[in-house]
């Protein structure tokens, strides 16, 4: 059965240590549906978030195929126990005439906030999981979305579980 | 106080403390610092081939006949560009090779520089690593992890791209080679674990039609002692992969030979009726297994790796344990002792003696009895010369081959009974790789009787090296198993493509090969029946020609096949084992006349 994963993975904040886990992907045929990477409280280590979809074995080729390259450091399937996941958004809406009243409304309703201003668009900002920000998009409609930068999914354990250097 | 040293010197040096004789290489700009610094001292000898895929190549068989890491030096640009089909045959077959390349300077990175490419980035899906070297002083420090990673765990090539004003003789610096090296993202596995051990020797004394299939990992993992230990006490049959050849003596009674595309019947077949099947240092590669949903239907499976990710890749596994082949062997071979002691009944053996029946039954049906065919003035078959070959050289040789028939027949008609001494592309599947290969081995047992079987496709793609045996003094022998066609192309189109030979002959464009080898300094033979092969084997093997490299040309049968031969999508026991029916030309046909189905 194909699922949704969310894979972090704990990397040496090294040059060409990103280059290595996208190749991965794309040379194992594996897809990505969002990734992102920053560098971690400790400075010698990248935190990597990323996203896919694949069956059982696939996903767990996936883990021992990260788990291989010399600079992973740890590697974790977030969707395998309770995890929180939170993405963030900016999107910038049509908001013309009586519109304006009806997108500020939707934006409050999935606790938006409008952090850009123009005569006729709004820009809004959300954050959220990712399906509550692709419900806000066909709340607004197709036809009043401008322009959308995603940050791609951030994703951590909950509760006790850590993933850490120790 | 250390040494002070300049990169290009501190490199060198840390060749030496790792131990290293051999560097195959080619200079040019990028490298000419460190060209310097070899020429400057004894230790580590240089050889200069004529081709850089050729370098990666000798290191590469250097590396498989010894289990040390072979290491090649190369320039920027063309130079690591050309290394990487031969960085791509390491990768695929797990050998521990270090590719040393030149870099243009710092400065000038991602300008388009002369001779630049990215060679981490080119390099980046063929290796188990690399490095680019980014302050003179981390030289000593990356070539020792390089060695590190290359030769523990999976086996793999490393590169370290050496940016040119990094070995500045001008600049120097503090030189001590680091004792021990410890990579907190790197820590392959050195022990299987017990529980899991224990369940898979419960499984095999369990067994009633049980089959031990191997590969390349026993070799490597010089795991070879462990697995006969283990396969006598039992009495299992054991099949070897094309790399695991060796890894179980060819002559045993209970070897069933090579498994796979072109393996024998009762290989094939026994895998296929398994009720348990031992897999050790081999991952069920699309050439063993045909179709995997058709695959050992009523298997149980016991997977041995030192690599997690190649459990359960292919073929789901019952039990799998993640370890090296020879500490995990050796526990059970203990185990397997301690319950034969308490119960001399824990094998079935009455179910194994009824398994060994039908294995002897296989037997006789098989394909490889090619001894009563052709005799006299018929064209000389190509299984006669390698079977010619394996007697001349009492079975005792080094043998490597290159990519195609011939390395089918090496395969099938050369006995191992010794790990490391076949030496072939078994993953990439390079042409070109027979002879440098052979040369690397050759380096390192200078002694010993290296053969390079191959045909003449796979020997013109890096028959430069001729060259670089005569300047070097190799006395390797060569045969060319010379049908003048791409054999294995050939047999496709003709099982598949109706006998269009498309593309895959040139009979008229050959070269003299007895003629070629000569005009390098070489001794040059041919053949053309077996009565001139009976006459020549000998000769080429006389103490006569013990300091010369001797090309035998072949002339065979150009419509000979490879069988048996899996049938595509089908089960391991789905095999062609002989020609069917009357096929197409012979050679030189463009096809033109084929009759199309």
Same mark, same amino acid.
């Given at each position: 059965m194909i699922a949704r994963r969310i894979i972090a993975v704990l990397l040496e904040n090294e040059a060409g240590a990103l280059s290595r886990v996208i190749g991965l992907f794309a040379q194992r045929n594996y897809n990505i549906e969002s990734l992102t990477v920053a560098p971690t409280e400790d400075a010698t280590l990248s935190r990597l978030t990323l996203t896919t979809a694949g069956d059982d074995r696939t996903i767990e080729q996936i883990t021992k195929q990260l788990n291989k390259l010399i600079e992973v450091v740890k590697v974790v399937d977030l969707t395998e126990g309770d995890h929180l996941e939170r993405e963030l958004m900016l999107v910038k809406v049509r908001a013309e005439g009586l519109q304006r009243a009806e997108t500020k409304r939707t934006a409050d309703i999935f606790r938006g906030q409008i952090v850009d201003v123009t005569s006729d668009a709004y820009t809004v900002q959300l954050t959220g999981t990712s399906d509550k920000l692709d419900a806000f998009l066909r709340a607004i409609g197709k036809q009043e979305v401008i322009e959308v930068a995603r940050s791609g999914v951030a994703g951590i354990g909950r509760g006790d579980k850590v993933l850490t250097l120790k | 106080m250390a040494e002070m040293l300049s990169g290009a010197d501190m490199l060198v040096r840390a060749l030496q403390d790792e131990g290293v004789d051999y560097l195959f290489g080619y200079p040019g700009g990028a490298a000419l610092h460190i060209y310097d610094a070899l020429f400057r001292q004894q230790k580590v000898e240089h050889i200069l081939v004529r081709h850089e895929q050729a370098a990666t190549h000798m290191a590469d068989g250097y590396a498989r006949a010894t289990g040390r890491p072979g290491v090649v030096l190369v320039t920027s640009g063309p130079g690591a560009t050309n290394a990487i089909t031969g960085i791509a045959t390491a990768y695929m077959d797990s050998t521990p090779i270090i590719v040393i390349s030149g870099q243009v300077p710092r400065n000038v990175i @991602? /300008? *388009? !520089?002369?001779?630049? /490419?990215d060679m981490v980035g080119i390099s980046r899906p063929v290796v188990k690593h690399s490095f680019l070297i980014r302050e003179a002083e981390e030289i000593p420090e990356v070539i020792r992890k390089a060695f590190y990673i290359a030769n523990s765990g999976r086996p793999g090539p490393v590169v370290i791209d050496v940016p040119k004003d990094t070995t500045d003789p001008n600049e120097k610096f503090p030189y001590e080679y680091p004792r021990d090296v410890s990579l907190r993202s790197y820590n392959p596995t050195t022990r299987g674990h017990g529980g899991q051990i224990r369940k898979a020797v419960k499984l095999l004394l369990a067994a009633k039609r049980p089959v031990i299939y191997t590969g390349g990992g026993v070799v490597q993992g010089n795991a070879g002692k462990h697995l006969t230990a283990l396969a006598r006490l039992l009495d299992f049959p054991v099949t070897n992969t094309l790399m695991g050849l060796g890894g179980f003596p060819g002559t045993d009674r209970q070897f069933l030979g090579m498994l796979g595309m072109h393996g024998t019947f009762e290989a094939n077949m026994a895998m296929h009726h398994a009720d348990t099947i031992f897999a050790v240092g081999a991952r069920f590669d699309d050439r063993v297994t045909n179709d995997p949903a058709k695959f050992c239907p009523d298997a149980r499976i016991i997977h041995l790796d030192v690599d997690p990710a190649s459990i359960a890749k292919i073929i789901a596994t019952d039990v799998p344990i993640v370890g090296p082949a020879d500490s995990a062997l050796a526990e059970m071979v203990r185990r397997v002792e301690q319950e034969l002691e308490r119960d001399p009944e824990a094998v079935d053996r009455a179910a194994l003696a009824g398994w060994w029946d039908r294995i002897g039954a296989w037997r006789g049906q098989h394909g490889l009895d090619h001894d009563q065919r052709h005799r006299g003035d018929a064209p000389l078959l190509p299984q006669q010369v390698v079977q010619a070959v394996y007697r001349a050289t009492n079975g005792d040789a080094y043998v490597t081959s290159d990519v195609g028939q011939h390395q089918m027949f090496a395969a099938q008609y050369y006995k191992f009974d010794e790990p490391r001494r076949w030496i072939n592309s078994g993953g990439l599947g390079t042409m070109g790789f027979g002879l440098p290969a052979a040369m690397g081995v050759q380096f390192a047992h200078p002694r010993a009787t290296v053969v390079c079987i191959t045909g003449e496709g796979s020997f013109m793609m890096n028959m430069q090296e001729l060259s670089t045996c005569m300047q070097y003094a190799l006395p390797i022998k060569i045969v060319n198993l010379n049908n003048q066609a791409l054999g294995m192309v050939k047999q496709w189109q003709d099982m598949q493509y109706g006998g269009r030979h498309s593309h895959s002959t040139y009979r008229d464009a050959l070269p003299d090969f007895v003629a070629l080898a000569e005009s390098f300094g070489h001794v040059g033979l041919r053949v053309e029946s077996l009565a001139e092969l009976e006459d020549a084997i000998p000769k080429m093997f006389s103490a006569r020609y013990a300091d010369r490299l001797v090309f035998l040309d072949a002339w065979i049968d150009p419509d000979e096949h490879v069988y048996p031969m899996a049938i595509k999508g089908g089960a391991m026991s789905d095999m062609v084992l002989e020609r069917a029916g009357v096929e197409t030309d012979g050679v030189g *046909? *463009? @096809? !033109? *006349?084929a009759p199309v189905p």
């Open positions: - | @991602g /300008t *388009d !520089a002369f001779q630049e /490419t *046909d *463009d @096809g !033109a *006349d």
